[in-house]
């Protein structure tokens, strides 16, 4: 037993020095100043609301069923007919291109018997352009409406007054939106401020190249989490402190969702400067089109030359950088898009981790990995991966997200112990807090959270 | 044994950290005077600094051993501050990485090109210091094949011939020259720190080809060399001393 000084002797954050940062009136798009952080206190998050069914139910209820959900993105279905299923806890939404180009999104549910219409993924009805049910052949149009009901004198009361049910869609981003609300507000009331942050980006310009399913061994927060905080570096990502600055890391909290400023390119100040550019480091300047063999510099010079460098260089190299603010050629911009996609922007990709509830098990949950390069103007596009769906520790998912992953399971089975009440939040994760709040405020409602519920 | 240090006077590169410093911080510790160089201007007033206080004679100073008219001139600049050099240790390394031929030029103008510019400045001072020795730093990387055709490997290994052949050829001026080529060697700051941080399995892997499971420290190849450099190894020369605790495997008759 040591006193509290040695305690915090061993304990504390190291000191370091800032980096330097953008200007905010020099970045006229995406903002770049912090936010004013919210008062979110400092008590316990309560570790039932991971693995209680309850609570499950109520999110069902009260989140799934009320929020804009990513569902599709347009370059996928370009022509009447093609659709996209996706899965959302226990429902299956069908996502179609309609003959005028519009896009409108069904409950994948035939209204005959409850048959699925479509397995999930991407498909198309071709030149047919309807959906036949395998189970009995009732056919729908692109708009839900019955094209065909085999015998349909043999049905007394007729056909159903509606056709397939439908949910409300909308797009941003190249992505089709969809809500199971009935009454949901415009989706870009429900993005907020998101647009204009990541417009800049121009996703339009970026080809999907990876697209992964994997059902991992824990509740859908449990993973959101994981990727709302900067703390986990020193703990499972120890390579990741010769890449990246852990703690230097701006964060803001909207109404609804947050984002985190990662310094890419850059040592952590918990470790010591090498002899040599470290490889994840030399892995960006070459991104970038530098030699690192050729770099004569400081480390800590690094990541604002790979920003002049891109910067000069961009255009001749195809990338339209002119939208994006210096910080926003190396650095992390991570965002959450409440509630359930993590998003890593970078100017030349982006990574979209959604986490989906599984449809009865509090302690599952499946784990898409999105991720999207900017292709060269001039160049061609290429073909976009297929999709694949892997099981939990299955394969690799690259060094970082298997670290993530191993992690998981053993979180979600401490959430169940008697000898664990709930999360003890630091500072470093006020996102995760931020989360939570806004997470009560749909569970509970304006009147909030009532004492001694999860 | 005394090795016979005190008051002679030694000139190293790459001095501030790692091996270099455990180098110049020993000779210091056993009398000698230093004259020393490094890329980072704190670092060098720091080495400068806390050699002083053990009441040597030291000067230091930052010099890129690339600008090869710049490092000459500061070669001088230390003989003559210090009153002339009976030891040489050429130790700056470019270091490991394949991934552009310009790897090649950078370890040829560091390792090959600042220890040849080295040995040739400073030879006429060794030559009237009687007991005059050049202990050049290369590396087992020269003699087994390790991580990849790199620059950094060959470049090692042409200081090898090149000492060999210069023992030779200044021998009857009684100048001693030898390599020493540690192995592994591990210190806060240093590279198999970032290979263990970045690269877990390389390092795991060199671990297991370590008999006694411990890379060498700075301080451990320091004694080597300052052995090898002092007026007590007064009988090798154009030898290659490996000290990498059974890292490498091969026989050397």
């Given at each position: 037993?040591?006193?509290?000084?040695?305690?915090?002797?061993?304990?504390?954050?190291?000191?370091?020095?800032?980096?330097?940062?953008?200007?905010?009136?020099?970045?006229?798009?995406?903002?770049?100043?912090?936010?004013?952080?919210?008062?979110?206190?400092?008590?316990?998050?309560?570790?039932?609301?991971?693995?209680?069914?309850?609570?499950?139910?109520?999110?069902?209820?009260?989140?799934?069923?009320?929020?804009?959900?990513?569902?599709?993105?347009?370059?996928?279905?370009?022509?009447?007919?093609?659709?996209?299923?996706?899965?959302?806890?226990?429902?299956?939404?069908?996502?179609?291109?309609?003959?005028?180009?519009?896009?409108?999104?069904?409950?994948?549910?035939?209204?005959?018997?409850?048959?699925?219409?479509?397995?999930?993924?991407?498909?198309?009805?071709?030149?047919?352009?309807?959906?036949?049910?395998?189970?009995?052949?009732?056919?729908?149009?692109?708009?839900?409406?019955?094209?065909?009901?085999?015998?349909?004198?043999?049905?007394?009361?007729?056909?159903?007054?509606?056709?397939?049910?439908?949910?409300?869609?909308?797009?941003?981003?190249?992505?089709?939106?969809?809500?199971?609300?009935?009454?949901?507000?415009?989706?870009?009331?429900?993005?907020?401020?998101?647009?204009?942050?990541?417009?800049?980006?121009?996703?339009?310009?970026?080809?999907?190249t990876r697209?992964i399913?994997v059902?991992w061994?824990?509740?859908?927060?449990?993973s959101?989490?994981a990727f709302n905080e900067s703390y986990h570096v020193q703990g499972i990502h120890p390579q990741l402190l010769w890449y990246l600055?852990d703690?230097?890391?701006?964060?803001?909290?909207?109404?609804?969702?947050?984002?985190?400023?990662i310094?890419f390119g850059?040592?952590s100040?918990?470790?010591?400067?090498?002899?040599?550019?470290p490889e994840p480091i030399?892995s960006i300047?070459?991104?970038?089109?530098?030699?690192?063999?050729?770099?004569?510099?400081?480390?800590?010079?690094?990541?604002?030359?790979?920003?002049?460098?891109?910067?000069?260089?961009?255009?001749?190299?195809?990338?339209?950088?002119?939208?994006?603010?210096?910080?926003?050629?190396?650095?992390d911009?991570h965002?959450?898009?409440?509630?359930?996609?993590s998003l890593n922007?970078h100017?030349?990709d982006f990574w979209i981790f959604?986490?989906?509830?599984?449809?009865?098990?509090?302690?599952?949950?499946?784990y898409?990995i999105?991720t999207?390069?900017?292709?060269?103007?001039?160049?061609?596009?290429?073909?976009?991966?297929?999709?694949?769906?892997?099981?939990?520790g299955?394969k690799s998912i690259g060094t970082v997200l298997d670290q993530d992953a191993a992690n998981l399971?053993?979180?979600?089975?401490?959430?169940?112990?008697?000898?664990?009440?709930?999360?003890?939040?630091?500072?470093?994760?006020?996102?995760?807090?931020?989360?939570?709040?806004?997470?009560?405020?749909?569970?509970?409602?304006?009147?909030?959270?009532?004492?001694?519920?999860? | 044994?005394?090795?016979?240090?005190?008051?002679?006077?030694?000139?190293?590169?790459?001095?501030?950290?790692?091996?270099?410093?455990?180098?110049?911080?020993?000779?210091?510790?056993?009398?000698?005077?230093?004259?020393?160089?490094?890329?980072?201007?704190?670092?060098?007033?720091?080495?400068?600094?806390?050699?002083?206080?053990?009441?040597?004679?030291?000067?230091?100073?930052?010099?890129?051993?690339?600008?090869?008219?710049?490092?000459?001139?500061?070669?001088?600049?230390?003989?003559?501050?210090?009153?002339?050099?009976?030891?040489?240790?050429?130790?700056?390394?470019?270091?490991?990485?394949?991934?552009?031929?310009?790897?090649?030029?950078?370890?040829?103008?560091?390792?090959?090109?600042?220890?040849?510019?080295?040995?040739?400045?400073?030879?006429?001072?060794?030559?009237?210091?009687?007991?005059?020795?050049?202990?050049?730093?290369?590396?087992?990387?020269?003699?087994?094949?390790?991580?990849?055709?790199?620059?950094?490997?060959?470049?090692?290994?042409?200081?090898?011939?090149?000492?060999?052949?210069?023992?030779?050829?200044?021998?009857?001026?009684?100048?001693?020259?030898?390599?020493?080529?540690?192995?592994?060697?591990?210190?806060?700051?240093?590279?198999?720190?970032?290979?263990?941080g970045t690269m877990p399995k390389?390092?795991?892997?060199?671990?297991?080809?370590?008999?006694?499971?411990?890379?060498?420290?700075?301080?451990?190849?320091?004694?080597?060399?300052?052995?090898?450099?002092?007026?007590?190894?007064?009988?090798?020369?154009?030898?290659?001393?490996?000290?990498?605790?059974?890292?490498?495997?091969?026989?050397?008759?």
């Amino acid at each position: 037993m040591g006193s509290d000084e040695d305690f915090l002797k061993r304990s504390r954050s190291p000191a370091y020095t800032p980096v330097p940062r953008v200007k905010p009136a020099d970045s006229p798009e995406t903002p770049a100043e912090k936010h004013p952080d919210p008062q979110l206190g400092a008590d316990l998050i309560d570790a039932r609301r991971y693995t209680s069914r309850e609570y499950m139910a109520r999110e069902w209820e009260r989140l799934w069923t009320k929020v804009w959900l990513l569902g599709a993105r347009l370059i996928d279905i370009p022509e009447p007919g093609d659709y996209e299923v996706t899965e959302i806890g226990r429902e299956s939404i069908l996502i179609v291109r309609q003959a005028d180009g519009g896009v409108r999104g069904f409950y994948n549910v035939c209204q005959h018997r409850g048959n699925r219409l479509r397995d999930c993924g991407l498909g198309t009805t071709g030149e047919g352009r309807s959906f036949t049910c395998a189970y009995h052949h009732w056919e729908y149009e692109l708009d839900g409406s019955y094209r065909r009901i085999p015998d349909i004198d043999t049905f007394a009361q007729g056909r159903p007054a509606r056709g397939l049910r439908e949910v409300s869609c909308d797009t941003w981003g190249g992505f089709v939106w969809f809500t199971m609300n009935e009454k949901p507000e415009p989706l870009l009331d429900f993005l907020g401020p998101i647009p204009r942050h990541l417009d800049p980006y121009h996703f339009d310009r970026m080809v999907q190249t990876r697209d992964i399913t994997v059902e991992w061994n824990c509740n859908w927060k449990t993973s959101v989490d994981a990727f709302n905080e900067s703390y986990h570096v020193q703990g499972i990502h120890p390579q990741l402190l010769w890449y990246l600055h852990d703690l230097d890391i701006q964060i803001d909290c909207y109404e609804r969702h947050s984002r985190y400023l990662i310094p890419f390119g850059t040592l952590s100040p918990r470790v010591r400067r090498p002899p040599s550019i470290p490889e994840p480091i030399k892995s960006i300047m070459k991104g970038a089109g530098m030699d690192p063999a050729d770099y004569d510099g400081p480390i800590a010079d690094i990541r604002g030359d790979v920003q002049k460098h891109k910067r000069a260089q961009g255009r001749a190299q195809g990338r339209d950088y002119s939208r994006l603010n210096d910080d926003q050629l190396t650095d992390d911009y991570h965002y959450l898009i409440f509630p359930n996609l993590s998003l890593n922007v970078h100017a030349d990709d982006f990574w979209i981790f959604r986490q989906r509830p599984h449809p009865t098990d509090p302690d599952r949950m499946f784990y898409d990995i999105l991720t999207y390069d900017l292709v060269p103007q001039g160049a061609e596009w290429p073909a976009r991966v297929k999709h694949r769906d892997w099981r939990h520790g299955d394969k690799s998912i690259g060094t970082v997200l298997d670290q993530d992953a191993a992690n998981l399971p053993g979180v979600q089975a401490g959430m169940h112990s008697a000898g664990f009440p709930g999360l003890w939040i630091g500072r470093q994760e006020l996102r995760i807090r931020h989360f939570h709040k806004v997470l009560d405020d749909y569970i509970h409602g304006s009147g909030g959270r009532p004492a001694g519920a999860p | 044994m005394d090795l016979g240090l005190r008051g002679k006077k030694a000139i190293v590169t790459g001095a501030t950290k790692g091996i270099g410093r455990a180098i110049v911080y020993l000779l210091a510790a056993e009398g000698a005077d230093i004259g020393l160089c490094a890329r980072t201007e704190d670092e060098v007033a720091q080495a400068v600094r806390e050699i002083s206080a053990r009441g040597v004679n030291v000067v230091g100073e930052t010099v890129n051993v690339r600008d090869g008219e710049a490092y000459k001139a500061w070669l001088e600049r230390a003989a003559a501050a210090l009153g002339g050099c009976d030891i040489f240790i050429p130790n700056v390394s470019a270091g490991g990485g394949m991934d552009s031929e310009k790897n090649w030029v950078k370890a040829f103008e560091v390792d090959v090109m600042h220890t040849v510019r080295g040995c040739e400045t400073l030879m006429p001072h060794l030559e009237r210091s009687g007991t005059g020795s050049i202990v050049i730093i290369s590396s087992t990387n020269a003699v087994e094949t390790f991580g990849g055709p790199m620059a950094y490997n060959a470049m090692k290994a042409a200081l090898l011939t090149y000492s060999k052949q210069l023992s030779q050829h200044v021998g009857k001026k009684g100048v001693r020259v030898n390599c020493v080529s540690p192995g592994p060697v591990y210190f806060d700051g240093g590279a198999w720190e970032l290979v263990k941080g970045t690269m877990p399995k390389l390092y795991d892997w060199a671990m297991k080809q370590i008999p006694g499971g411990k890379m060498g420290t700075p301080e451990e190849v320091a004694r080597v060399v300052a052995f090898i450099a002092s007026p007590a190894g007064s009988l090798v020369t154009g030898a290659n001393v490996i000290a990498d605790n059974g890292f490498t495997k091969r026989v050397q008759f």
